[in-house]
């Protein structure tokens, strides 16, 4: 059995737009609204926190809908390519009405950037559940971890695409000395590359030719199916694999919070405890990323050979590792050792994240793939929306050494309810004889 690798990639392209366009969102839309709109951090904090608030309803309902859709293209591609659009369209609007407001404000256009907003944010999750769910549409159960490691890194390199061609748009040596910043040219190259990634996908993707075929291989396959059908016909999920999944969700809530917790406030707690600028700062959480890129292949090929789950409790160790590292290195100066920390971090995230998707969908039957997806981004991106606070509370309330401690709780808490998860593994039968020597297309 094989990974189309090539496919595999040309399905990422989907993922690699999505993620070129939130590390934009996520790093200009905060400066316009204090910058241009001169909105306090409070008031922006909330609007920025509408995304992964939108998500925890729009990502399951939409994941849903496109299981039971019937259009010609197949079940995910409609999503992604109106989705697409109408996400290309709202977004050059963005920086249009924040140079008008600059050049003229009033309360219309404010209220009209906010509108546009809300209707971005919208339109991107009509189809991120979709996209997410073509990789485990098309790909054999015991190869989604694989799949998945590719996934995670087209994901990555939409991020390092947006990182490089900002650095040179927005220099320090372009942008020193001005009133106010342009992004159009950003949002307008970030537009193209989510167009030519969508025309890979639409082009070079046969979604109902790959779906056919993953529908013949489960037939052949009957073992794999963990769902049942009941004395009325139905189709259900066993108790003791509902178990699983419920301790599964609840991993995935608890180790999002303790990851979030620190990739959200760590640029914050360095500059407190250690007098460190954003930038100083942010290598630490680079140098993570960095580890995480380069772990994300190997990491796919390890889950096939030991199994998803005892790759994500090697990742739990190394993240449990890392944050009980900062605690005994945390002092009035920064250690030069927490770069190699944080790439224990990178690495031990990538051994999460890889093969946390392929679990839950492991569990439901192919007609069912978005609504589960939908099911890991509800319980994932709750975690997001309350780590910030209840992290930034006890920050406030005690002390910023709470922060890593913190971590290490939630951390523990999803070692312990991973100890429940009897279900979602799955590994690829170790080749012997000349078939070792067989290697991926």
């Known amino acids: 059995m094989k990974l189309d690798t090539k496919k595999t990639v040309q399905i990422g392209f989907a993922f690699l737009s999505i993620s070129a366009f939130w590390q934009m969102y996520n790093s200009v839309i905060p400066l316009v609204l204090t910058n241009t709109f001169h909105m306090n951090e409070t008031l922006s904090g ?17 994941g849903g809908i496109s299981d039971r859709c019937k259009s010609k293209m197949g079940r995910r591609k409609p999503f992604i390519l109106f989705g697409t659009i109408a996400a290309v369209i709202l977004m050059l609007m963005l920086p249009l009405v924040d140079n008008s407001y600059y050049a003229n404000p009033s309360r219309t256009k404010l ?28 790909t054999p159960k015991p190869l989604r971890s694989k799949a998945n490691a590719i996934i995670n890194l ?7 695409l947006y990182l490089v061609i900002t650095s040179v748009l927005y220099s320090s040596s372009r942008t020193e000395g001005e009133e106010h910043v342009d992004y159009f040219p950003l949002f307008l190259i970030v537009a193209g590359i989510m167009l030519v990634s969508l025309l890979i996908v639409m082009i070079t993707v046969n979604e109902v030719k790959l779906h056919r075929e993953m529908e013949a291989y489960e037939a052949q396959h009957p073992e794999e199916n963990l769902v049942e059908v009941d004395d009325s016909g139905n189709e259900e999920l066993p108790g003791d694999v509902k178990k699983s999944l419920a301790f599964l ?11 979030n917790a620190v990739d959200t406030w760590f640029t914050t707690y360095a ?39 005892k790759c994500i409790m090697i990742g739990l160790g190394f993240l449990l590792a890392a944050f009980v590292c900062c605690i005994a290195l945390v002092g009035d100066t920064f250690h030069p050792i927490l770069y190699v920390v944080f790439i224990l971090v990178g690495i031990g995230w990538a051994s999460i994240s890889v093969n946390s998707l392929p679990m839950v969908v492991e569990m439901c039957k192919g007609s069912d793939v978005g609504k589960f997806t939908g099911y890991y981004y509800t319980f994932s991106m709750a975690a997001q929306v309350a780590t910030p606070i209840i ?3 006890l920050m406030n309330r005690f002390s910023y050494d709470t922060l890593f401690p913190y971590a290490v709780i939630f951390v523990i808490l999803a070692v312990i309810t991973m100890q429940f998860v009897k279900h979602g593994d799955n590994k690829v039968e170790v080749k012997k004889g000349l078939e070792a020597f067989d290697i991926d297309d």
């Open 46 to 62: 909330v609007i920025m926190a509408m995304d992964n608030i939108l998500a925890l309803f729009l990502l399951p309902m939409f």
């Open 111 to 138: 209220v009209l950037f906010v509108g546009i907003l809300g209707c971005l944010l919208v339109a991107m999750g009509t189809y991120r559940s979709p996209a997410v769910a073509l990789m485990p549409d098309v």
């Open 154 to 160: 087209m994901g990555a390199v939409g991020g390092i």
């Open 249 to 259: 969700l609840i991993s995935i809530s608890l180790w999002f919070m303790a990851y």
């Open 271 to 309: 500059n407190a405890k250690w007098g460190m600028s954003l930038g100083s700062a942010t290598t630490c959480l680079t140098v993570g990323v960095a580890g995480a890129i380069v772990a994300y292949i190997p990491i796919g090929n390890i889950a096939g050979k030991i199994g998803r789950k």
């Open 391 to 393: 992290s930034g509370w």
